[in-house]
């Protein structure tokens, strides 16, 4: 499940963090907690984080909870690697651009319930479903770009990777 929400904090409840969190955050925490053992006892591994170049920019109003989700997420990956380099196993932080996906719009995209006017969020959800589908980069070359990251020696890769059109 993927979801991208766009609401003011004013304008959300904490359940509709919680949502995002759950599934950016720790869906992902989960998932590391059950291969890690694997990983540990083979002694060797690589765990691909993916955030956002969003998350250290902040370029886009009404993403908090998107944004803090990614934050999060880079500041988990960062000292799990710190945690787990000892057996072997690095935890990298892929942080892409903006790439063709059906992603911003449709039933992935979650809006505010009662938005209030000031904050835009009716013309930001229509901005998103307008350029759904047609961002700059490539999806392909993104596919690609895990895969070449996958394939690298863990011990030399940086702990952040960006790439993507933007940046």
Do not use: C
């Amino acid at each position: 499940m993927l979801v991208m929400v766009t609401w003011a904090v004013e304008e959300s409840s904490l359940d509709d963090f919680k949502l995002n969190y759950e599934i950016n955050l720790f869906a992902v925490m989960n998932i590391v907690k059950q291969v890690m053992p694997h990983l540990r006892s083979q002694g060797s591994g690589l765990i691909l984080n993916v955030a956002s170049f969003l998350a250290f920019t902040a370029l886009v109003s009404n993403f908090t909870s998107y944004i803090g989700t990614k934050f999060a997420l880079n500041g988990f990956t960062i000292a799990l690697d710190h945690e787990v380099s000892k057996f072997g196993v690095r935890s990298v932080l892929v942080s892409p651009g903006s790439f063709r996906t059906k992603f911003l719009g449709g039933s992935n995209l979650r809006v505010a319930k009662n938005p209030i006017p000031e904050y835009k969020t009716k013309e930001l959800e229509g901005y998103f479903n307008s350029v759904d589908g047609t961002q700059i980069g490539d999806s392909d070359k993104a596919a690609l770009a895990f895969i070449k990251i996958s394939q690298k020696d863990p011990k030399t890769l940086p702990s952040n990777i960006f790439f993507g059109s933007e940046l």
